[in-house]
T-cell receptor, first 115, second 112 residues
Framework: EAGVAQSPRYKIIEKRQSVAFWCNPISGHATLYWYQQILGQGPKLLIQFQNNGVVDDSQLPKDRFSAERLKGVDSTLKIQPAKLEDSAVYLC?????????????FGSGTQLSVL | GENVEQHPSTLSVQEGDSAVIKCTYSDSASNYFPWYKQELGKRPQLIIDIRSNVGEKKDQRIAVTLNKTAKHFSLHITETQPEDSAVYFCAVWGFNDYKLSFGAGTTVTVRA
């Protein structure tokens, strides 16, 4: 089965610039997650979509981060403007239903460096 | 939200020995506890999980135990091999906040 696809793999930008990440979940998976993983820490949930609706975005810094999942499939995460502390790996994951006791499938992530 | 603490942060073991990682959580209603392995530069991958109605689960050299009363669960790796070297994350599905919260990770190094 095809996995979760993410792009780009790496991105280097200067602070105050904008950046966007793309994610294509496993076909048929209703739930999509964006996690931020800072070096040396566990993944932190930024936003969770159920189909094209937002389930949880309580930890998304909404003054600079935005995300959308049009048509309930692909998703984009945007940062505008970026700060130094946004340097991290951004992981996208998907699951079949989103009931909570199911396996999450992760993409390879986008490693963002903000200079 | 769910507070997940993971210990130790680093673990070095001799090849063939066992490794144990422990996690504690705060929400007594949490009901799903997966463990993910992340090799350097790669994606996290599920290696084993346990649900709240089970006390122990094994899969070859890997086992997970759950103590709901004490709100902690542990990952046990027996007969460690060099390919077990990685970062291991525990996670908890919070019944009340309805999301998967991760521990800070344990870097396991298996010495040949």
């Amino acid at each position: 089965e095809a996995g979760v696809a993410q792009s780009p793999r790496y991105k280097i930008i200067e602070k105050r610039q904008s950046v966007a990440f793309w994610c294509n979940p496993i076909s048929g998976h209703a739930t999509l997650y964006w996690y931020q993983q800072i070096l040396g820490q566990g993944p932190k949930l930024l936003i969770q979509f159920q189909n094209n609706g937002v389930v949880d975005d309580s930890q998304l810094p909404k003054d600079r981060f935005s995300a959308e999942r049009l048509k309930g499939v692909d998703s984009t995460l945007k940062i505008q403007p970026a700060k130094l502390e946004d340097s991290a790996v951004y992981l996208c994951a998907s699951s079949l239903v989103g009931t909570g006791n199911e396996k999450l499938f992760f993409g390879s992530g986008t490693q963002l460096s903000v200079l | 939200g769910e507070n997940v603490e993971q210990h130790p942060s680093t673990l070095s073991v001799q090849e063939g020995d066992s490794a144990v990682i422990k996690c504690t959580y705060s929400d007594s209603a949490s009901n799903y506890f997966p463990w993910y392995k992340q090799e350097l530069g790669k994606r996290p991958q599920l290696i084993i999980d346990i649900r709240s109605n089970v006390g122990e689960k094994k899969d070859q050299r890997i086992a997970v135990t759950l103590n709901k009363t004490a709100k902690h669960f542990s990952l046990h790796i027996t007969e460690t091999q060099p390919e077990d070297s990685a970062v291991y994350f525990c996670a908890v599905w919070g019944f009340n906040d309805y999301k998967l919260s991760f521990g800070a990770g344990t870097t396991v190094t298996v010495r040949a």
